[in-house]
């Protein structure tokens, strides 16, 4: 029997394979979870696909940057369960053009709006509609963040401003919510080549940078974000809330590495 045997567990941001969203759910999965996926209507046929690896075919459309299709969702989700153990919000998203270049250049109020609507906002506007589905549960709120939230780093611009306001926001819902019984954490994932990676620019430079500075000498995965993902969202966390965990092989602990030279 898994850890996360009898939770119900809904996932915000399934794309395809090789996204976050996937590995997270491969470990809910594998842990006993029963899986319910919201999609966008473009990934539709995509997401009712992989949600049958996952032995679930409770999937909806929701738009998180649309308040109605949220509730509409949620009103879905409501006539299938009577409970929500726990939320996986993996959603992120930055008009390509503002992932180029310097943040001064790049940067325009609408792609702020959008950055920070999508990636920072839908947390609380999902937050308010699971709430009450968590009511006499152990609830979990499950969120990801990146470095680039603390951190300056080359083309990110736009989206570290929205992780920060993100991470932020899950301090500021773990207070809210914890008197509740719910706990709301983040993960800072180290760079994976997923689909909404391909986006920022130099992100190869990035892969092999990271590999050859962090402790453990090489990038993470998706398993690696999955099993954390997994745990944060079970009992066995029950003391933990209001954390961004990082899951970045070490590389965010690292000030300075010398490059390596010949034993003499």
Same mark, same amino acid.
């Given at each position: 029997m898994g850890f996360l045997s009898g939770k119900r567990v809904l996932i915000v941001g399934l794309a395809t394979e090789r996204s976050i969203a996937h590995g997270i759910a491969s470990a809910m999965h594998r842990e006993g979870a029963q899986l319910a996926f919201s999609y966008q209507d473009r990934f539709k046929d995509r997401v009712e696909s992989m949600a049958g690896d996952f032995d679930s075919r409770l999937t909806f459309e929701m738009d998180v940057a649309s308040d109605a299709s949220i509730e509409a969702g949620f009103g879905h989700l409501k006539q299938q369960w009577d409970g929500l153990d726990a939320v996986v919000h993996a959603v992120a998203f930055?008009?390509?053009?503002?992932?180029r270049g310097s943040l001064i250049d790049s940067t325009t109020r609408?792609?702020?709006?959008?950055?920070?609507?999508?990636?920072?906002? =839908?947390?609380?506007?999902?937050?308010?509609?699971?709430?009450?589905?968590?009511?006499?549960?152990?609830?979990?709120?499950l969120t990801m963040s990146y470095l680039g939230a603390v951190r300056s780093l080359p083309s990110y611009n736009v989206m570290g401003l929205a992780k920060a306001s993100l991470e932020a926001g899950v301090r500021?819902?773990?207070?809210?919510?914890?008197?509740?019984?719910?706990?709301?954490?983040?993960?800072?994932?180290?760079?994976?080549?997923?689909?909404?990676?391909?986006?920022?620019?130099?992100?190869?430079?990035?892969?092999?940078?990271?590999?050859?500075?962090?402790?453990?000498?090489?990038?993470? =995965?998706l398993e690696d974000v999955g099993n954390t993902a997994a745990f944060l969202c079970s009992d066995l966390s029950a003391g933990i809330t209001g954390e961004i965990v990082y899951v970045?092989?070490?590389? =965010?602990?690292?000030?300075?590495?010398?490059p390596e030279t010949p034993e003499t």
């Open positions: 930055a008009p390509q053009e503002a992932l609408e792609n702020f709006r959008i950055a920070h609507d999508i990636s920072s906002y =839908s947390l609380i506007a999902i937050a308010k509609q699971a709430v009450p589905l968590m009511k006499d549960r152990a609830g979990a709120l500021f819902l773990a207070a809210d919510l914890g008197e509740r019984g719910i706990r709301v954490n983040g993960i800072s994932a180290g760079p994976i080549k997923t689909l909404a990676a391909a986006g920022i620019g130099g992100f190869r430079k990035m892969l092999s940078h990271v590999a050859a500075t962090a402790p453990i000498r090489r990038n993470v =995965s970045d092989g070490g590389y =965010s602990t690292v000030g300075m590495k010398l």
